[in-house]
């Protein structure tokens, strides 16, 4: 890109699949370099009193809030429109994955973290560039459309993005894991509602997942087995919260599921990430994971009956990189804010000043209505 930002397609269309053509690889914007004279590089902190890492990012303050259609920077191309600063060089796309331009996490050009130091020279507060990588993953060119909505050969295509980026992203110098993501709807904070998700090479592992891990350490200690299969197995032969199967994955509500609404989607066999999946796994999975986000677009409904589209979180757990790796098994996750039609689950004193939760259903509930709603 002309700010020296990479970007890839992804094709599942001729004649670019065959080669017969090729997506506009040139950038024409006149846009600065990101790492000019004096780059402006998100740093992180620590937190003495809990160990985690925050990555501190101001420049994303400025970043693009819910322009109008016509404005879209993830849309293809308009030759001659009066909009000229989207990110997408070429006139048309399957799936397009490209460096954030507003990242929370960016490495310096050499790719390393560089020197640490102590936030005004005290050593309590150790600090370092938050040297990661940010990416997003256009799912479509279509401004609007849904992941729920695409066809199973361009879920297909946005699966071997991930696993793709998830095998370049771990390579990368300093990386401890690759977080694929999408937020959808604006109840969630999305401020682009281009179909659209993203991938954080995080420089540290994510609290919760640090959390998963202790917890699958314990019982690995203790039974010999992985915490997240003995889960699953759990979750199947119970089967009150299965609400999806097929012949490669399951997917159900966790018998302790903290949000209105909560679903994993999880395979049978033990893999540790998206790149592990062999080709059935992913065809699929490709069928299933659509078919799970229209019967949660269907979970609440209008007074006249009609399906709500769901705000959600989806986001892939996946295997550390380096220690603690064998302790991880993929799945997925997908949870909601909206705990009734036009009424969200505010995280207020006891969730964000404790991290202690407080359901306002239960998972036998979300489990009917994801199993009535398939029907």
């Given at each position: 890109m002309a700010d020296g930002r990479e970007l890839i397609y992804f094709d599942d269309s001729e004649p670019y699949v065959s080669g017969g053509a090729t997506r506009r690889l040139d950038d024409p914007r006149p846009l600065p370099d990101r790492f000019g004279p004096e780059p402006s590089l998100p740093e992180m902190r620590q937190d003495p009193l809990t160990g985690e890492w925050i990555p501190m990012a101001s420049h994303r303050m400025n970043r693009t809030f819910l322009p109008a259609a016509d404005s879209c920077p993830l849309c293809p191309a308009r030759p001659g429109a009066a909009y000229s600063d989207g990110e997408v060089p070429d006139t048309d796309y399957d799936v397009v994955v490209f460096e954030n331009r507003f990242?929370?996490?960016?490495?310096?050009?050499?790719?390393?973290?560089?020197?640490a130091w102590s936030v005004d020279g005290?050593?309590?507060?150790?600090?370092?560039?938050?040297?990661?990588?940010?990416?997003?993953?256009?799912?479509?060119?279509?401004?609007?459309a849904s992941f729920a909505d695409l066809s199973p050969r361009r879920a297909r295509t946005i699966i071997e993005a991930w696993a793709d980026r998830t095998t370049e992203l771990s390579r990368l110098p300093g990386i401890r894991q690759v977080f694929a993501f999408e937020n959808r709807g604006r109840e969630i904070g999305v401020t682009l509602p281009h179909p659209?998700?993203?991938?954080?090479?995080?420089?540290f592992v994510t609290p919760r997942t640090r959390l998963m891990l202790d917890r699958a350490a314990e019982h690995r200690a203790r039974t010999g087995r992985n915490l997240l299969r003995d889960v699953l197995d759990a979750?199947?032969?119970a089967g009150t919260r299965v609400v999806l199967t097929s012949e490669h994955w399951t997917a159900y509500v966790p018998a302790a599921a903290r949000w209105p609404v909560e679903?994993?989607?999880?395979?049978?066999?033990?893999?540790?990430d998206l790149p592990a999946l062999d080709d059935a796994e992913r065809d699929d999975l490709a069928a299933v994971y659509p078919e799970l986000l229209r019967r949660l677009d269907r979970f609440f409904v209008t007074d006249d009956g009609a399906p709500i589209p769901l705000p959600y979180i989806a986001g892939w757990h996946q295997a550390v990189v380096g220690e603690g790796r064998e302790l991880g098994r993929l799945h997925l996750q997908v949870f909601s804010v909206?705990?009734?039609?036009?009424?969200l689950k505010y995280l207020a004193g006891v969730e964000s000043g404790m991290g202690a939760w407080i359901s306002d259903t239960t998972p036998e509930r979300i489990a009917a209505r994801l199993q009535e709603v398939g029907r």
């Open positions: 990242p929370a996490l960016l490495a310096p050009p050499d790719g390393t973290a560089g020197e005290d050593p309590l507060w150790p600090a370092r560039t938050a040297a990661g990588r940010c990416e997003v993953v256009c799912f479509s060119a279509e401004h609007r659209h998700g993203q991938i954080y090479a995080f420089p979750e199947r032969r679903v994993h989607l999880a395979p049978h066999r033990d893999v540790p909206l705990r009734a039609p036009g009424k």
